[in-house]
Every structure is written in C-alpha cells, then in structure tokens.
C-alpha cells in the first residue's frame, strides 16, 4: 500500500536492508523527499545485497542520523546526491567496496558525530569538500588503504574529540588545514605510514589531552608548532622514528596535567621549552622511561634542560639595580675586548626565560 508522506515522512524512521527497499522506495512513499526520522542503509551484523542508493535521489534531508553500514557490495553513495542535511551523527561504516564518499558533497555541516571507519577500500575523503564544521566527536579510523585527508579542507572545527587512528596507509594528513579549532580531545594513534602532522598548523588550543602514539614512522611533531594550551596529558608513546619533540615547544607548562613521554627508539631531544617549564613545576605525574640516550628518563631530560648559568670572571664587569629587584632593572656589562656578547635571563631553577643579547658588540659600556 502507498504511503503519500509529503507532510509527515517517516517520523519513527527507516530501515533499508536489502536493495529492493532502496528501488522500492519512491514507490511505497511517494514524494517523500525529508525523512523526519533516523536512517539506516544496510544491515547490522552482517553484509547486504545493496550495490546502489539510485532509489533515494530524490532525498533532500533527514532529521535524525544517518548509518550507513555493512553493504560489502556498495561502491558509490551518488545516490544521496541530493542530501543537503542530516539532523544526527554520520556514520559510515565497514563498507568493503566504497573508494570515495561522493554524494556526500551538498554536506555542509553534521549536527552530531562523524564516523567514518573500516571501509577497506576507501582510497579518497572526495565528497566532503563542502563540510564546514563537526558539531560532535569526528573520527577517521581503521580504513586501511587511505593514504591521504584530502577533502576536508573546508573544515574548520570539531565540537568535540577528533581521533585519528589505525589508517595503515595514511601518510599525510594535510587535508585538515583550514581546521582550527576542537572541542576536547586529540588522539592520533596506529598510522603506519605517517611521516608528518602538517596540516594541524591551525589549531593553537586543545581543551582535552593530546595522545600521538604507535606511529611508526612519525619523524617529527612538527604542524603543532602554534599550539599554546591543552587541558589534559599529553602523551607522546612508542613512535619509533620520532627524534624531537620540537613542534610541541609552545605549548604552555601550567596547560598541561601529566607528562608521559615513553618507548619513543629514536627519541633523544626532550629538551623543548614546554618539557623543561612543566619539569620545573609539574602539575601531575611524571613518566619518562625507555627513549633514546637524552631521553632515556627523567633525570636525563632535567640535565638537558637545567644546564645551569655559568658565574661571570669578574663581578667588576655586571651589575643590576636595582638589586634586588621585583619590576624592570638596568643591567650594565662592560667588554674587555671586542667579541661576541651573549645574554640570556634565567630562572632560579635554571630555565632560560629570554635571550636579551647574542650579537658582536665593540668594547665599551653596554646596557
């Protein structure tokens, strides 16, 4: 019996199971073109038949979420062509034979979580290029032959968490560069081949902890040079080619909860200027163990990082007034001969706040 829903379209939802309910659509709801409820394409323990979404071309929104799930034999969401909303999450998964998510394209903005996971042959994020914002959790994992984000470049925030992990192939993740802000935390975690973080050069605060760990071949930190804060731990595990934490130097100590940096093979600079604030007045627990030589523990990164201030030869030379002082001060250095003068300020615990001088100056009074 035909359902003429124009109106009042499928309130409690709609389940498509096989591909005669996705042919049979029109049919059975003529001019249903804005499911009001949830919608789901596909199975939920095991594959369906489904090879096309042809049958829902005439869809236009949905108010609940969208899941899209278990269809081995579905290459293409064309069929959704014609989408311009979704109410709830997007979640795309396992499905064997999708390559790209086209049909996705008139997407501009998902009012819940973006799932998009075990899709084996996933090659390409095209069909996202108009997505601007994620109100909820995004996560892109265990899609094995993905190598690339490309097509996320118009996004530029996350509500909440952003989790990338287990993609074996991916290698760049430079497709998020218009992101700029999340709302919790960051974990990128299990991708094989990624060499780099550029592509996370906006993004200057983090409100939850950031994790980066079992990717292999990370060789740097580097795209998360403008990050001033996070709100949580950070966490830094088993990246074998990782050789320095440069990349992570501006983040603010007081920003940060626990410090774990731990099984990093290659990693023996530890001495960046955020490590060495937090080791001078930690706000939680301390674990470094089993990195390179200059990172092997704790105490290794602590003699790297408070080398001390060397005594001047002759006090005739220096002075500061007003001494002591709790404001600005005048400092006064006079040179023996002409050469290279070098002034750093430091804290009493030994780390450096500022370099004041490192120039050739001719020998007379200097302040």
């Known amino acids: 019996m035909e359902d003429d829903c124009e109106d009042n379209c499928l309130p409690e939802g709609i389940e498509f199971l096989t591909q005669s309910d996705i042919d049979n659509f029109q049919t059975t709801y003529p001019n249903c073109t804005e499911i009001l409820g949830d919608v789901t394409i596909g199975e939920q323990w095991y594959s369906s038949n489904i090879t096309n979404l042809d049958g829902l071309n005439v869809l236009t929104g949905i108010g609940g979420y969208l899941d899209i799930r278990l269809n081995d034999n579905l290459a293409s969401l064309s069929g959704l062509s014609n989408l311009t909303f979704v109410g709830g999450l997007i979640s795309v998964f396992n499905n064997d034979a999708l390559t790209d998510l086209t049909g996705l394209d008139q997407i501009t903005y998902v009012n819940g979580n973006l799932y998009i996971t075990y899709n084996d042959a996933l ?43 287990a993609n074996t192939m991916l290698n760049s993740i430079e497709g998020l ?10 974990y990128i975690i299990g991708n094989s081949e990624l060499t780099s973080l550029e592509g996370l050069e906006g993004l200057t605060s983090i409100p939850g902890y950031l994790r980066i760990s079992f990717n292999p071949t990370l060789s740097d930190l580097t795209g998360l040079d403008n990050l001033t804060s996070i709100n949580g731990y950070l966490y830094i595990m088993h990246n074998d080619n990782l050789i320095s934490l440069a990349g992570l130097d501006n ?15 290659s990693l023996s600079v530890c001495d960046i200027e955020s490590v060495c604030d937090y080791l001078a007045a930690p706000n939680g627990a301390i674990y470094i163990t089993n990195n390179a030589t200059g990172c092997a523990n704790q105490e290794e990164v602590e003699d790297e990082c408070f080398i001390g201030v060397p005594e001047m030869n002759s006090m005739d030379h220096f002075s500061i007034s007003p001494n002591p002082v709790s404001g600005s001060a005048n400092i006064l250095l006079v ?28 020998l007379v009074q200097h302040s």
Do not use: W
């Open 177 to 186: 560069s218009g992101l700029t802000s999340i709302g919790d935390y960051l």
């Open 123 to 165: 090659t390409s994020l095209t069909g996202l290029e108009n997505l601007t914002s994620i109100d909820s959790e995004f996560t892109i994992g265990e899609n094995t032959v993905l190598p690339r984000l490309d097509g996320l470049e118009s996004l530029n925030s996350v509500g909440s968490a952003m989790q990338i992990g």
């Open 335 to 362: 040179l023996r001969e002409h050469g290279l003068m070098n002034c750093d300020l430091f804290e009493v615990s030994g780390v450096r706040i500022k370099q004041l001088i490192n120039e050739e100056k001719p």
């Open 251 to 265: 983040i603010e100590a007081n920003s940060i909860s626990d410090l774990y940096i731990n099984d990093n093979a």
